[in-house]
């Protein structure tokens, strides 16, 4: 049996068997041989695998997650059998007397130019297909062993190095009962995907990966940031209690999903949720959420190979404001960069990504990526209560160019004849220091404030929020870092504007009551921590939080923060 300690970062127990996650090395070298017959047939019994795993898949997901999402598998199945690049393949090893996997690798990747090039979108996105079967016939002419993630089919405990935002996406909850990387943050995208996915997670243990093998039994503790590996059987006995505890728990606090939320002392704040992509609607509205406060919106541009059209948009934004069913959605425009990449866009390699060309600055250069998004919000405005707000604001200028652009677009479409609803509000994300120190002039132009600590911490402190080696620095209870949300507060309460947060220091049961306090009006956050907010908020009188605040602003360090609010609480 070995623990190991890592960071929560969903919370939740699991207890199943570990899924190695591993990218295998997909290099094929250029290999002569003396026996083309023996590689047709190699080639043929690698075709026949791959073409019996397409149909076990297909045939699954179409019982599982319905004719939709069988469909990619079933045009897999069609360039598995496309006789041209079956033929180009056998032609290749027989006339050049090259290996089956070299063969084939090189027909892939021009039958990849070619469907690139093309004209159509439909076409181009036949290149990712192209892609993954290369690699399932690979995997087989190689000798290698790799699971898409979408594949799993027992109940696992995922293992990884690290996991992608969109890797994270593709989790199959009903199989992948939790997961367990050596890097990542609390912060990381994969980290919060995993809570939308309601799958318990440990990120940061720096060696799980080396000390697992595949099938060792696996205890995530997303609540305690612990991974246990081979337990014994007390040990797992003890987990299954916790794990029912806490979905007892859970089953408690659906009591409050239709109740408003309001302290002790009678004071409504809103409880809103951060989204990914339309179908996490669901998880807020079963969790009670009174709004939508972050829709990262970046993930509709994740994982296709060209851009969201402006109607794909259009349809994504219209979905989620007709199901918020007119409470407000405030949706951020493109978020880029960081650890959020897009292959299709072809990027340079940054030193430091993370203060790089990202979000609005790439926005502002790329007005036609920029200008595409803003028409499909604004088209969609009418179908619900939309709220924009840009990323990454580090001056006024850059607000002040964003917004032209919107009223230009705004401007354009009206003559075109369309309507668009006159209450869309505009607002910014804080998460840049010059922006929280200077939000007093911030203020006279903006709707509102929405505070992204995950980033104004990880700038505040200087702390990478990708590197546990400095996770310790991501201290959302440093009194550094509440004066600046204090900052915030007060220069839009001035002047009339109302402030969200909506990074994860929202959600977060030991901030909750000093946000309350330094008079925060939405706190935007998982969905599942809505409940449990609305649960700890009912039980806090706002003017006593108020004290508690005001003592916390004057304390030298977080530790100190900490331990003034468990007195409180105690
Ligand atoms: C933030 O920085 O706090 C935030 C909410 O944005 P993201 O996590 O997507 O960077
Ligand atoms: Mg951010």
Same mark, same amino acid.
């Given at each position: 049996?070995?623990?190991?300690?890592?960071i929560?970062?969903?919370?939740?127990?699991?207890?199943?068997p570990? /899924?190695?996650?591993?990218?295998?090395?997909?290099?094929?070298?250029?290999?002569?041989?003396?026996?083309?017959?023996?590689?047709?047939?190699?080639?043929?019994?690698?075709l026949?695998?791959?073409?019996?795993?397409?149909?076990?898949?297909?045939?699954?997901?179409?019982?599982?997650?319905?004719?939709?999402?069988?469909?990619?598998?079933?045009?897999h199945?069609?360039?598995?059998?496309?006789?041209?690049?079956?033929?180009?393949?056998?032609?290749?090893?027989? *006339?050049? #007397?090259?290996?089956?996997?070299?063969?084939?690798?090189?027909?892939?990747?021009e +039958?990849?130019?070619? +469907?690139?090039?093309?004209?159509?979108?439909?076409?181009?996105?036949r290149?990712?297909?192209?892609?993954?079967?290369?690699?399932?016939?690979?995997i087989?002419?190689?000798?290698?062993?790799?699971?898409?993630?979408?594949e799993?089919?027992?109940?696992?405990?995922?293992?990884?190095?690290?996991?992608?935002?969109?890797?994270?996406?593709q989790l199959?909850?009903k199989?992948?009962?939790? /997961?367990?990387?050596?890097v990542?943050?609390?912060?990381?995208?994969s %980290?919060?995907?995993?809570?939308?996915?309601?799958?318990p997670?440990?990120v940061?243990?720096?060696?799980?990966?080396?000390?697992?093998?595949?099938?060792?039994?696996?205890?995530?503790?997303?609540?305690?940031?612990?991974?246990?590996?081979?337990?014994?059987?007390?040990?797992?006995?003890?987990?299954?209690?916790k $794990?029912?505890?806490?979905?007892?728990?859970?089953?408690?606090?659906?009591?409050?999903?239709?109740?408003?939320?309001?302290?002790?002392?009678?004071?409504?704040?809103?409880?809103?949720? =951060?989204?990914?992509?339309?179908?996490? @609607?669901?998880?807020?509205?079963?969790?009670?959420?009174?709004?939508?406060?972050?829709?990262?919106?970046?993930?509709l541009?994740?994982?296709?190979?060209?851009?969201?059209?402006?109607?794909?948009?259009?349809?994504?934004?219209?979905? @989620?404001?007709? #199901?918020?069913?007119?409470?407000?959605?405030?949706?951020?425009?493109?978020?880029?960069?960081?650890?959020k990449?897009?292959?299709?866009?072809d990027?340079? &390699?940054?030193?430091?990504?993370?203060?790089?060309?990202?979000?609005?600055?790439?926005?502002?250069e790329?007005?036609?990526?920029?200008?595409?998004?803003? !028409?499909?919000?604004?088209?969609?405005? @009418?179908?619900?209560n939309l709220?924009?707000m840009?990323?990454m604001?580090?001056?006024l200028?850059? +607000?002040?160019?964003?917004?032209?652009l919107?009223?230009e677009?705004k %401007? =354009?479409?009206?003559?075109?004849?369309?309507?668009?609803?006159?209450?869309?509000?505009?607002?910014?994300? @804080?998460?840049?220091?010059? *922006?929280?120190?200077?939000?007093?002039?911030?203020?006279?132009?903006?709707?509102?404030?929405?505070?992204?600590?995950?980033?104004?911490?990880?700038?505040?402190?200087?702390?990478? $929020?990708?590197?546990?080696?400095?996770?310790?620095l991501?201290q959302?209870?440093?009194?550094?870092?509440?004066?600046l949300? &204090?900052?915030?507060?007060?220069?839009?309460?001035?002047?009339? $504007?109302?402030?969200?947060?909506?990074?994860?220091?929202?959600?977060?049961?030991?901030?909750?009551?000093?946000?309350?306090?330094?008079?925060?009006?939405?706190?935007?956050?998982?969905?599942?921590?809505?409940?449990?907010?609305?649960?700890?908020?009912? &039980?806090?009188?706002?003017?006593?939080?108020?004290?508690?605040?005001?003592?916390?602003?004057?304390?030298?360090?977080?530790?100190?923060?900490?331990?003034l609010? !468990? =007195?409180?609480?105690a």
């Amino acid at each position: 049996m070995l623990k190991i300690d890592g960071i929560a970062a969903s919370p939740g127990v699991a207890i199943a068997p570990a /899924f190695i996650l591993e990218n295998p090395d997909f290099t094929v070298h250029h290999r002569e041989v003396s026996d083309p017959e023996a590689e047709l047939i190699r080639l043929d019994e690698a075709l026949s695998k791959s073409q019996q795993e397409l149909e076990n898949i297909k045939e699954r997901t179409l019982q599982e997650l319905g004719e939709k999402k069988a469909e990619i598998f079933e045009s897999h199945l069609l360039i598995l059998n496309d006789p041209d690049l079956i033929t180009t393949v056998r032609d290749r090893i027989t *006339t050049e #007397k090259v290996s089956a996997e070299y063969a084939m690798n090189v027909t892939a990747q021009e +039958f990849i130019a070619m +469907f690139e090039n093309m004209k159509s979108a439909y076409l181009r996105e036949r290149a990712v297909d192209m892609r993954d079967i290369t690699k399932r016939v690979l995997i087989h002419l190689l000798g290698l062993t790799y699971v898409n993630p979408m594949e799993i089919d027992k109940e696992v405990i995922v293992i990884a190095e690290d996991l992608t935002p969109s890797d994270t996406a593709q989790l199959n909850r009903k199989y992948v009962k939790g /997961f367990a990387a050596n890097v990542g943050g609390r912060t990381s995208h994969s %980290a919060i995907m995993a809570r939308s996915l309601e799958i318990p997670a440990v990120v940061g243990t720096k060696e799980v990966l080396g000390q697992v093998k595949n099938g060792d039994l696996i205890i995530v503790d997303g609540l305690d940031g612990k991974v246990i590996i081979n337990p014994t059987s007390d040990l797992v006995e003890e987990y299954k209690e916790k $794990r029912d505890k806490h979905l007892q728990q859970i089953e408690e606090w659906k009591q409050l999903r239709g109740v408003a939320t309001t302290s002790a002392d009678g004071v409504h704040v809103e409880l809103a949720a =951060n989204i990914g992509t339309p179908n996490d @609607v669901t998880g807020v509205v079963e969790n009670g959420g009174e709004g939508v406060g972050l829709y990262r919106s970046e993930f509709l541009y994740m994982g296709r190979t060209e851009l969201p059209s402006e109607e794909v948009q259009f349809n994504a934004y219209k979905t @989620v404001l007709e #199901k918020m069913e007119g409470k407000p959605v405030v949706v951020r425009t493109l978020d880029i960069g960081g650890d959020k990449e897009l292959p299709y866009l072809d990027m340079p &390699k940054e030193m430091n990504p993370f203060l790089g060309f990202r979000a609005i600055r790439l926005c502002l250069e790329r007005q036609d990526i920029f200008r595409t998004q803003l !028409r499909a919000l604004l088209r969609a405005s @009418v179908y619900g209560n939309l709220r924009i707000m840009f990323p990454m604001i580090a001056t006024l200028d850059e +607000f002040r160019q964003a917004k032209a652009l919107l009223l230009e677009e705004k %401007a =354009n479409l009206e003559s075109e004849g369309v309507t668009i609803s006159d209450t869309i509000q505009l607002g910014i994300m @804080v998460e840049i220091p010059s *922006t929280a120190v200077l939000a007093d002039q911030f203020a006279k132009e903006v709707d509102f404030f929405s505070i992204g600590t995950n980033d104004l911490i990880q700038y505040t402190m200087a702390a990478d $929020r990708m590197n546990e080696r400095v996770s310790y620095l991501y201290q959302p209870y440093n009194p550094a870092i509440l004066r600046l949300v &204090k900052m915030v507060i007060d220069a839009a309460h001035k002047e009339g $504007r109302w402030v969200g947060m909506c990074g994860e220091m929202a959600g977060d049961a030991t901030a909750i009551p000093l946000l309350l306090g330094l008079g925060l009006d939405e706190f935007s956050m998982s969905a599942t921590s809505i409940l449990p907010a609305r649960s700890q908020i009912a &039980k806090l009188s706002k003017a006593d939080m108020q004290k508690l605040a005001a003592e916390a602003l004057q304390l030298g360090t977080a530790e100190e923060v900490v331990q003034l609010v !468990r =007195n409180i609480k105690a």
